[in-house]
T-cell receptor, first 112, second 113 residues
Framework: AQSVTQLGSHVSVSEGALVLLRCNYS??????LFWYVQYPNQGLQLLLK??????LVKGINGFEAEFKKSETSFHLTKPSAHMSDAAEYFC??????????FGTGTRLKVLA | SAVISQKPSRDICQRGTSLTIQCQVD?????MFWYRQQPGQSLTLIAT?????????ESGFVIDKFPISRPNLTFSTLTVSNMSPEDSSIYLC??????????FGSGTRLTVV
């Protein structure tokens, strides 16, 4: 069965610092993996997705994630945090056709 | 990607009443999905709605509590019936295209008092 674990329910970084949000997955088949962002009072927006092509995936707003099979990880990074990055981030794995399993989310706070 | 309009964006309802949430997509889609996001928690799939057939419910969700309609390829509704405070959540409509990620509506924030 597929699952994802997000380490750290809250992460704080200073503006301009590296953002690193952790996601580990479990999957019995080659996974499709996703990162979503949820800004306050909004729905979820797709940041990026891994679908078994390049292991380094670039998304919107300067975010990227690297698929590491040996570590079963798909961590989200951004070189320099911006105040507008403050939001909740969800990692997800496809668990069969059309069904996704979402992680519990990481709330990112950016300090001025 | 698809554009999804969901309404109402928020509502405060009395316990024992029902609320119907509408979801409109700007293009035809085969499958639409309804998710629940309880306070401080992740997303849980409620059901999958196909046009012209009964919705498929996930474990823990039943049609009597969450009836779904799918009258055409661009529209769906979710009703939260006989509400209790435990139903206070964000309800999200979404569509998915070929395994490449969901597009979500902006959600309905429901508070039951």
């Amino acid at each position: 069965a597929q699952s994802v674990t997000q380490l750290g329910s809250h992460v704080s970084v200073s503006e301009g610092a590296l953002v690193l949000l952790r996601c580990n997955y479990s999957s019995s088949v080659p996974p499709y993996l996703f990162w979503y962002v949820q800004y306050p009072n909004q729905g979820l927006q797709l940041l990026l997705k891994y679908t078994s092509a390049a292991t380094l995936v670039k998304g919107i707003n300067g975010f990227e994630a690297e698929f590491k099979k040996s570590e079963t990880s798909f961590h989200l990074t951004k070189p320099s945090a911006h105040m507008s990055d403050a939001a909740e981030y969800f990692c997800a794995v496809a668990a069969g056709t059309y069904k996704y399993i979402f992680g519990t989310g990481t709330r990112l706070k950016v300090l001025a | 990607s698809a554009v999804i309009s969901q309404k109402p964006s928020r509502d405060i309802c009395q316990r024992g009443t029902s609320l119907t949430i509408q979801c409109q997509v700007d293009s035809q889609v085969t499958m639409m999905f309804w998710y629940r996001q309880q306070p401080g928690q992740s997303l849980t799939l409620i059901a999958t709605a196909n046009q012209g057939s009964e919705a498929t419910y996930e474990s823990g969700f039943v049609i009597d509590k969450f009836p779904i309609s799918r009258p055409n390829l661009t529209f769906s509704t979710l009703t939260v019936s006989n509400m209790s405070p435990e139903d206070s959540s964000i309800y999200l409509c979404s569509v998915e295209r070929g395994g490449y990620g969901y597009t979500f509506g902006s959600g309905t924030r429901l508070t039951v008092v």
